[in-house]
């Protein structure tokens, strides 16, 4: 079976080397790439055979877990598999809260990330083997609650985690400012907060901090197919 790909991740020799990895993996593959979410929702509406998203939390565009989630709202049947540099397992827990169907990290052998691949596309849920972290209630409480909000609004709140005005959020989204402050008024209802700036809290520790994320070596890109994705960067 040829498989069908979509690579985001905004570092090119990165996207280079993960495209390589499914190369290794899964002989036939075809991929997309993509360096912006914006990128990967057009890439996902205007290609309606994609088996599969890796995609990096911390590209342009995608305010961390507030675009997985809108990915998976957008297109709850599409696996998506987070690639990240960040590992701990705290963050993997929250990936696979948010609507993640599995997780691969950035310094994890090749063949694990085609075995994440090929078990997502399967049906199976994919994870690391790390340490078990318990998730505190008001992690899961906060999930419900942002899985809740249509795409719309989850993208009135990426607005807001970047700081944004009413008037900045409605240029971009093609509406008018009534249209967003009535959707932040459900937003704030939806999260249980009273204000702007407690939607803005919740929002920040949706995005994320951004970690150190490795760059690939452009010769390391072209080694043989036993490399890790850590030995593909610098």
Not at 21 to 33: N, R
Not at 50 to 74: F, T, Y
Not at 205 to 216: G, K, M, Y
Request: with cysteine; charged share 20%.
């Amino acid at each position: 079976m040829t498989f069908r790909i979509l690579v985001a991740d905004d570092h090119p020799l990165m996207r280079a080397a993960l495209r390589q990895a499914v190369s290794d993996s899964l002989p036939g593959a075809t991929t997309i790439q993509a360096s912006r979410f914006s990128e990967v929702e057009t890439a996902l509406h205007d290609t309606s055979d994609v088996d599969a998203v890796l995609l990096d939390l911390h590209m342009p565009g995608m305010n961390g877990l507030i675009g997985l989630v809108l990915l998976r709202s957008e297109f709850p049947a599409l696996p998506v598999i987070v690639v990240s540099a960040m590992e701990d397992a705290a963050t993997v827990q929250r990936c696979m809260q948010y609507g993640a169907s599995g997780f691969v990290p950035k310094s994890a052998p090749v063949n694990r990330l085609g075995e994440a691949i090929q078990a997502v596309i399967d049906g199976a849920v994919w994870v690391p083997p790390v340490d078990a972290a318990e998730g505190s209630t008001d992690d899961r409480d906060v999930a419900a609650r942002v899985a809740g909000l249509t795409p719309q609004q989850l993208r009135v709140l990426a607005g807001i985690a970047e700081g944004k005005l009413n008037k900045q959020i409605a240029y971009e989204m093609g509406v008018v400012e009534t249209t967003v402050k009535a959707h932040v008024t459900v937003i704030l209802r939806r999260l249980g907060v009273v204000s702007r700036t407690q939607a803005a809290i919740v929002a920040a520790r949706l995005a994320l901090s951004s970690p150190t994320d490795p760059v690939p070596d452009a010769d390391v890109t072209e080694a043989a197919a036993d490399r890790d994705l850590s030995r593909a960067v610098v």
